[in-house]
């Protein structure tokens, strides 16, 4: 990178510059729809974190400002989403009870901690850390979350108190409850689930099929929500509904964001710390990878580590303003794109347009129907369930499907932190696991040829007295062990040998235990009378053994290629035959 | 295998068969030499590990027996050992008083702990586990407990109280206690030591020049301890030194190995589990290295599971008979079989010497100095300390480097149980971090061969319009993004290009997560209009490809060689020019 520092950490610089009119008209067009889109999200996505509606709206507006200013990505919204907001509930669950003061102030917490661990992770460029979920875990995760998302909301659909972070504490909890259900409040989410399941499958074909173009008819199928909070706050507030029983938003602080200073108790920090780096990494995989995606379709490039920043930076501002954790959002950030944002400028009008909300329109949302908000959520996390992961994993490979299948059993079972720090310490330690045992394979030479491939599945020339062995995998510590019993298991059931050839051709990486191995196979080979040779060594794998005195003690010979070998060691058993 | 199953857990059946005359004549010379260097070695590791003398002698007994039926190795020699003696003595250290009751029961605890891990890693073949510790890291370890061992035997040089499981803590007890020296101990301890070295460096080049055997000169050696016992003793006794306050061992009970049952309390599993583990870990890793290295010499094989079981019913018998964990150890193992020893049998004789010993010759051992133990453990123990392996680690991969520094310092820094373990984890880190960053090379043809090499290496041919790229790893969940960035940060650089070639030869594994990527890479490329080609793909890769809609999505081909797609696609470009 040529940049100079300033702007390397200040991207705003970079695309400021050259801002102009054309450029504003798109921003602020993309900016209306989005502000539009995402006032109720932003007050589900608080109601789904156990938290007041407004700091909904709050962890919307200084985030996407900050980040506008310090990432990367042209057309990312950041703001409150789905998983983060049920992690932020299980995090701040175990140390406040929810509602009261300590609960909010535990949020403000937890999104300095995200935001510091962000910050810290982009200055020292740890962002390939995230590159230790794997796409399986994180699909699994994704699916158990929308599961307990579901679940966890429908207590709102039903007007009753349920509660529990895993899925057999919720479903025993809403059982329990059952008769105490509110029969206006679950009339009003079954209707808002099935218009808002309609809007989106049904609506957009139907709009198109009444001759509006395409885009308008996503917009308007996107608009879905805002109709069923218009229609149902209504309902609510004409037929007197929550007279009888039906919950609703009540009084909202008409005001702009407050400014917070997040507690720092030393218990709170070590309660939440784990939580936070859960948290950090997961909407930072989750931010990213859409980032990338729209950056790909107008060939941008993200900077990952500059990511890291700009969500560092959302997540404190988030902390600063009365807020809790945020990242960026799938479904923001798709329609910010597609209604044409042209940079992050679009995201400081969307902000402009929520803090004139959270002023003026607050009031219009006193009679709103939690039950309207969670049937938002839950047709919102629906669609991201898909256990058809669980297939497509076992066609594929065993060690994958492992590691989805205990990501989503122990995320419906014990929660959202223990399923995603078991989906990454299980595929770690799956893939450890494979690379311990690495494919080896004895070798012959195809006839006619001077390839060399394996004795099992060719039919290939060998010779009494010589074993050739190919190793496929790079040898270090954790299979160094296993070549030297493969070998020696290989070599003591065959008394007639007399030379053992390595094959070096796929093995990138010799580390010093496998040197070491390298040393030990050589000596014993020499206390049984046989003469090991390696073939194929790669350059830079030669450059290090050539350091070492291993090419010293190597009772046989280093050998160019494979075939050079065989022409030499196997003439030499003949020729003593 | 086609061993009975009986079998291959009973290995004594196998050699017992066969058993006659010379093999028993043999196996009684190697027990009584075995059993004369034992003697003091054993009561020296149990005043390491901070229990009464006589648990040296029945740890020796039971252990080796058991090891005889359930082991594999022909020449392993079984019972304590400095390093596990000194895991020990940490451990139970955290849990009890030494000298009191419960310190004794508590050693009992962890050897039942350890011998039962053990066997269960033998049951489940979890052998593979132990590879896991990488040959710098053990070096590492053996180094700095040898440091920390030595270290804590000079209070029984200098007669003084002296307490610490880390080098400083050690060294800043012996320096408060230093004022209480006991000359007449010292004089003691440091004649002992002087005498050990030079038996260990100056005795066998004098014997061999007097004209003895290389065998004799090195068992006469080997007695110098046995020497130094007898001598130190007399000296005592005779001058009547305990009363001037030199330590002794005292009483020790004339009796054989007692029947214990170790405590099983909640509480003291949960505190010593995980030091049981490392000592199981640890022991393990030494014993197999040296059963290896012994059986290789006769051309026999070791079975590592096998071996799990053999010392884990070792451990059960030092839990049951009054002593203390114990592995395979290097010293007695080689003397064993440099004696002659030619099967299990061997341990077995042995074992009955050492139960006359215990017996028999405790009351010779009442007058013996601890100073004197002191000063054959620390000799001992200083023959395995080696810093070399520093330099050497620096010399070979800076990873390697760090992970023996880690290691060492931690050792010495926070004790055996904080080394061992960062040692383990900050190799796997550094190797995982390794194959997160494959290393990736844009390659171009080789004028007049069909090889493709490094352009930045060679004088190759390209072509404006064809990228192709050789990544030298297999492809999975953490460096699947590496490759992505790699390529889209290239791709996004050069407008030019229409083609990409990702040439597979080196890749011997493609999991979920990678494929995914390949899939957002080919999706990414299409958005920017250009095409992506695979070449060299292994077969088993292929075939799980096969399974997958990825190659219909590819927007270009898969090519058998590389050469075929450089001819195909070079030439396109060329053709629209």
């Known amino acids: ?180 259900a509110n029969l206006a409040t679950l009339a009003i989410g079954v209707a808002a689930t099935g218009f808002l399941f309609w809007v989106r499958k049904g609506l957009k074909p139907l709009l198109r099929s009444l001759g509006l173009g395409p885009r308008l008819a996503d917009i308007a199928a996107r608009a879905g929500p805002v109709a069923a909070v218009a229609a149902t706050t209504a309902a609510v507030w004409l037929g007197g509904l929550d007279a009888s029983g039906v919950a609703i938003v009540g009084e909202v602080p008409q005001a702009l964001p407050p400014l917070t200073v997040p507690a720092a108790t030393p218990e709170l920090i070590r309660a939440l710390a784990i939580p936070a780096l859960l948290i950090s990494v997961i909407g930072f995989v989750e931010s990213i990878s859409v980032a990338q995606t729209l950056a790909a379709k107008k060939r941008q490039r993200i900077d990952p580590d500059q990511e890291l920043i700009g969500l560092g930076a959302a997540n404190l501002g988030a902390a600063l303003t009365g807020g809790f954790p945020v990242t960026g959002g799938f479904s923001r950030s798709v329609v910010n794109y597609d209604a044409g944002a042209e940079t992050p400028a679009a995201g400081a009008f969307t902000a402009a347009g929520l803090a004139i909300a959270a002023l003026a329109l607050t009031p219009l949302i006193h009679y709103l129907p939690k039950a309207t908000l969670a049937a938002t959520i839950i047709v919102a996390v629906l669609s991201l369930v898909d256990f058809s992961i669980l297939r497509r994993a076992w066609g594929y490979s065993k060690a994958d499907f492992s590691a989805v299948a205990a990501t989503i059993l122990l995320t419906l079972g014990f929660g959202v932190e223990a399923g995603v720090s078991a989906g990454v310490i299980l595929s770690v330690a799956l893939f450890l696991y494979k690379t311990s045992r690495p494919h080896i394979a004895e070798v012959g030479l195809v006839p006619g040829t001077q390839h060399f491939r394996n004795i099992n599945r060719h039919k290939v020339l060998t010779d009494p007295g010589l074993l050739t062995i190919r190793i496929d995998e790079s040898l270090y510590f954790a299979n160094a062990r296993y070549l030297e019993d493969f070998l020696l298991d290989r070599i003591v059931a065959d008394p007639a040998l007399r030379d053992v050839v390595l094959m070096c051709s796929a093995v990138n990486e010799i580390d010093m235990s496998a040197l070491e191995s390298l040393e030990a196979i050589n000596a014993r080979l020499a206390d049984m009378g046989l003469t090991l040779h390696l073939s194929e060594v790669k350059g830079p794998v030669m450059d290090r053994l050539q350091r070492t005195h291993f090419l010293d003690a190597l009772t046989g010979k280093v050998f160019l290629s494979q075939y050079d070998a065989y022409r030499r060691l196997a003439g030499r058993v003949r020729a003593a035959e």
């Open 1 to 180: 990178m040529t940049l100079r520092p300033l702007q390397r950490y200040l991207p705003v610089l970079d695309w400021g510059r050259g801002y102009g009119r054309s450029a504003l008209t798109s921003d602020l067009i993309a900016a209306a729809i989005v502000t539009i889109m995402l006032i109720p999200q932003s007050l589900a996505y608080a109601l789904l974190a156990g938290l007041p509606p407004e700091t909904g709206l709050y962890a919307s507006i200084a985030p996407i400002v900050l980040y506008a200013v310090f990432g990367t990505s042209r057309a990312l919204a950041v703001g409150p989403v789905a998983v983060v907001s049920l992690m932020t509930a299980a995090a701040i669950g175990d140390v406040a009870e929810a509602g009261t003061a300590g609960y909010a102030a535990a949020a403000l917490t937890l999104a300095a901690l995200s935001g510091g661990m962000l910050l810290l992770m982009g200055v020292f460029r740890l962002g390939f850390l995230a590159n230790f979920l794997s796409h399986p875990v994180i699909a699994g995760f994704i699916t158990a979350s929308g599961v307990l998302i579901a679940a966890s909301q429908l207590r709102h659909i039903l007007g009753i108190e349920a509660h529990g972070h895993t899925l057999p504490e919720i479903l025993l909890s809403l059982a329990a409850h059952l008769p105490q």
